[in-house]
């Protein structure tokens, strides 16, 4: 635990400020702490926008009866999917801070099915990014929520 | 999320699979608390945003079923509509707490707010706000 949390610090400090690189970093998410527990895994960028999965697992329910994914995680997912759009957008891997997340729940999720988050960074200033995105289980036309943000951009207004 | 429950006890899969537990009833409001582990940490040696969410909208939820125990003879299906996070400060790999408190709970529809703190319940550390389709 000790060693992988040193390494994680590691791999993150020499990776502070360098081009943002969508598959790389989802792979270290997707191996380390909150983020490597839920197993998100990448699923696709582009200029301002980026792609997670999160693939279905009982112990990711949150209503034992349907079987539906909880909230959190899909919360979790958006919350890094987002600031991932920004650093997409950025080029480069920026120190970001969550300011606010906004989720909205459109419809229900499918039980035992893979939920993708999308998030895209439609604003930047020197040291804001604004994002939105939407969370889907088949279709990008039928999100089961929708979701707005905002990142402080720590090392933005130096750069 | 729905069954007969007073709030606090028997927790969602996904809450215990987290290490959320129940730490206390205050005022009939459950206090729930995570400790730190690898499942909920972020940025090394700090506590993951969503995973400090996770805690937060769980304390919420379970904040209106306690309101509604209090109230109601059979819980009604409780469903989130929407949920909208602020984060404060940083969150220390330590014990961590939350709170809701129900703003106002109708027939159909309740208003709810979550508070997260650690060390010093003065400084808060993210919130949430929430409303809940009830049945």
Redesign the interface.
């Known amino acids: 635990m000790e060693q992988a949390r040193t390494l994680a610090a590691e791999f993150m400090a020499r990776l502070a400020g360098e081009p943002f690189d969508p598959r790389l970093m989802a792979a270290m998410i997707g191996n380390w702490g909150h983020t490597g527990w839920l197993g998100l895994r990448y699923h696709g960028h582009g200029a301002d926008w980026m792609e997670l999965a999160l693939p279905w697992r009982d112990e990711l329910v949150g209503d034992a009866q349907s079987g539906v994914l909880a909230s959190g995680p899909i919360v979790s997912m958006m919350d890094m999917v987002t600031s991932m759009a920004i650093n997409q957008k950025l080029g480069r891997n920026a120190q970001l801070v969550t300011i606010d997340l906004r989720v909205d729940y459109t419809r229900a999720a499918q039980p035992h099915r893979t939920v993708i988050g999308r998030g895209e960074c439609y604003k930047l200033t020197r040291s804001i990014g604004f994002v939105r995105g939407v969370a889907y289980d088949e279709s990008l036309d039928d999100p089961l929520a929708h979701v707005a943000g905002s990142f402080m951009i720590v090392d933005g207004v130096a750069a | ?3 007969p429950r007073a709030g606090g006890e028997d927790l ?4 215990r ?2 290490g959320i537990v129940l730490d206390r009833i205050e005022h009939g409001v459950p206090v729930l608390a995570c400790d730190p582990s ?8 700090f506590f ?4 400090l ?3 937060l ?2 304390a919420a939820l379970e904040a209106v079923r306690a309101d509604l125990g209090r109230r109601e003879a059979a819980l009604p299906v409780i ?9 404060m400060r940083n969150g220390d790999l330590v014990r961590t707490f939350a709170t809701g408190r129900v703003v106002r709970a109708g027939r159909r529809l309740a208003n709810v707010t979550a508070e997260a703190w650690q060390e010093d319940r003065g400084r808060l550390i993210a919130s949430v706000w929430m409303n809940v389709k009830l049945g």
């Open positions: 999320m729905n069954g969602p899969p996904y809450a699979a987290l690898s499942r909920i940490e972020g940025r090394p040696g993951q945003g969503g995973a969410a996770g805690l909208e769980m469903k989130p509509i929407n949920v909208s996070i602020q984060f």
